[in-house]
Structures are given as C-alpha cells and as structure tokens.
C-alpha cells in the first residue's frame, strides 16, 4: 500500500490548456511537496505547503499553482499549459521528525503539445 | 545561497568496482545531509541520512561521511552490482522542510 500515490500516472496535454496533477499521502504528514525533473537539472521544488490551507511558492513557481485543501491531498495546477512544461512530476510528503525526510510518490509524467 | 554540487554524469563501471559519488555544499549552516536513489521508472527513495557532523551514514553497501570542515559528503561502495545502476541525489536540508537537491549523477554498472 503505497503511501503517497499520483494521478494521472500520464498526461497528454494541448497547449494553452489547464491540467491538475493529483497527489495523496496516508502517511499523515504536515507538508508536502511539487517538484519536476527535467534531464540536467535534477529535482527542482515548484511548490510545498506546510498544511492544509496553506501553499509556499518553491524555486521555479512561475506558471504554476497549488492547493492544498486538506491533510492527505496537495494538487498542482496548470491554468495554461505550455510545451515547456512538459516534464516528469514528483510529489512528496514530509514532516519535522525524521530530520525532514521526504517521501516521494512514482511521478506524473505530463506532455504539453 | 545554499546550494550543491555533485559528481557530475553518467558514470559507467562494471560490477565488482568501487565507486565515488562527490557531493559538496556550500552553506554556513550545518545541515542535514541526504542520499537518496531514484530506480528507473520510480520516484526518489531515500538511502540514508546524517543529522550530525562528522558523522557517517551507511546502508546497502554505500556509506558517506558528513564533513563539516571540507562541507563534502561523498558516497562510496567499495564493489558495485548491477542492480546498484539508477540516479544518485544528494541533498542537504537547512530550514523550512527544504531539501536542496543536486543535480543528480546517473549510474550505470555492466555486468
């Protein structure tokens, strides 16, 4: 029973069109967390929320939004979807103890043509 | 800011071989620093981490030293198989829940 689970697993998207990525956790942690891999940048954090209602702004926000309505669920949101957002999209849970560790979900692979 | 470099990829080896993974930080905080391992076709999975300078890490066979005077946190695995082969990200945590991840380094084992 995987604790942090993604969908859709894959995505095809129209350019100019809005896309939602949904994330889930059961491991009952306080903050998750967006990132997107693309090939020789690693992992780069679009968003993170430390709770419910609440949403951070990561390192590359731009083009991008969040919601986090309750404990288990944080979605990212494309209001236009371009082609350079295409990439593969990793979400993550995490909480203080542990020193921070996170736990990621399998990905969200997303092609904007 | 903080930021981290890593050994950059790929890097091909064949099984039985030793292998060095370089991570440096830069940062004048002391954080905690994490491996974590990215199998094909999954998500990040965490190898091991080490919350104290000076400290060593260790699981699988790899291992790593937390270096505070050097700021490096290298990976090691004295022989290397070919299930070890995927992505390799080091990644301090300073504040906030923030994990700063490297820009990966790809490994590859021939059998």
């Known amino acids: 029973e995987a604790a942090v689970t993604q969908s859709p697993r894959n995505k095809v998207a129209v350019t100019g069109g809005k896309v939602t990525l949904s994330c889930n956790q059961t491991n009952n942690h306080n903050n998750m967390y967006w990132y997107r891999q693309d090939t020789g940048h690693g992992l780069r954090l679009i968003h993170y929320?430390?709770?419910?209602?609440?949403?951070e702004k990561g390192d590359i926000p731009d083009g991008y939004k969040a919601s986090r309505p309750s404990q288990e669920n944080f979605s990212l949101i494309l209001e236009l979807a371009t082609p350079s957002q295409t990439s593969v999209y990793f979400c993550a849970s995490g909480d203080w103890d542990n020193y921070a560790e996170q736990f990621f979900g399998p990905g969200t692979r997303l092609t904007v043509l | 800011g903080d930021s981290v470099t890593q050994t950059e990829g790929p890097v091909t080896l064949s099984e039985g071989t030793s292998l060095t993974v370089n991570c440096s930080y830069e940062t004048k905080q002391y954080p905690t620093l994490f491996w974590y391992v990215q199998y094909p076709g999954e998500g990040p999975q965490l190898l091991f981490k080490v919350p104290k300078a000076n400290e060593k890490g260790s699981n699988r066979g790899f291992e790593a030293t937390y270096n505070k005077e050097a700021t490096s946190f290298h990976l090691q695995k004295a022989s290397v198989q070919e299930s070890d082969s995927a992505v390799y990200y080091c990644a301090p945590h300073y504040n906030q829940g923030k994990l700063i991840f490297g820009q990966g380094t790809k490994l590859s084992i021939k059998p």
């Open positions: 929320s430390y709770g419910a209602g609440s949403t």
